[in-house]
C-alpha cells in the first residue's frame, strides 16, 4: 500500500522560508514523479511543482524563482523548498504520486 506523508508546514512570517519533505513508502520511488499541490480555502487545488523520475522539474508560475522542487531516492523523500513566501502562499500543501496523495501539511503566511 503506497503512503505520503508530508512534513514541514507551519507559520511563518512573509519573506521567510520552509522546507516540506514527503517520504513515500510502497512503491519504486525511484520510478516515479512526484508532485506539491497546495489547496487554500475557498479554492481549487492547484499544482505547485513536479519532479520527474530523471529529476526534471516544472513550476507554476506564481512560485518560480522562489519555490525548488527536490528529490532523494536514496531516502524515498521529495522536498519542497520554499524561499521569499508571501501571504498568498498560505494553503495545505499536498504530495501526490499517480493517483495516491498525502494526508497534507498546513503552511501559514503570516505577521
Known amino acids: 500500500q503506497v503512503q505520503l506523508v508530508e512534513s514541514g508546514g507551519g507559520l511563518v512570517q512573509p519573506g521567510g522560508s520552509l522546507r516540506l519533505s514527503c517520504v513515500a513508502s510502497g512503491m519504486i520511488f525511484r520510478l516515479n514523479a512526484m508532485g506539491w499541490y497546495r489547496q487554500a480555502p475557498g479554492k481549487e487545488r492547484e499544482l505547485v511543482a513536479r519532479i520527474s523520475s530523471g529529476f526534471r522539474s516544472n513550476y507554476a508560475d506564481s512560485v518560480k524563482g522562489r519555490f525548488t522542487i527536490s528529490r532523494d531516492n536514496a531516502k524515498n523523500t521529495v522536498y519542497l523548498q520554499m524561499n521569499s513566501l508571501k501571504f498568498e502562499d498560505t494553503a495545505v500543501y499536498f504530495c501526490?504520486?499517480?493517483?495516491?496523495w498525502g494526508q497534507g501539511t498546513q503552511v501559514t503566511v503570516s505577521s
Open positions: 501526490k504520486s499517480g493517483s495516491w
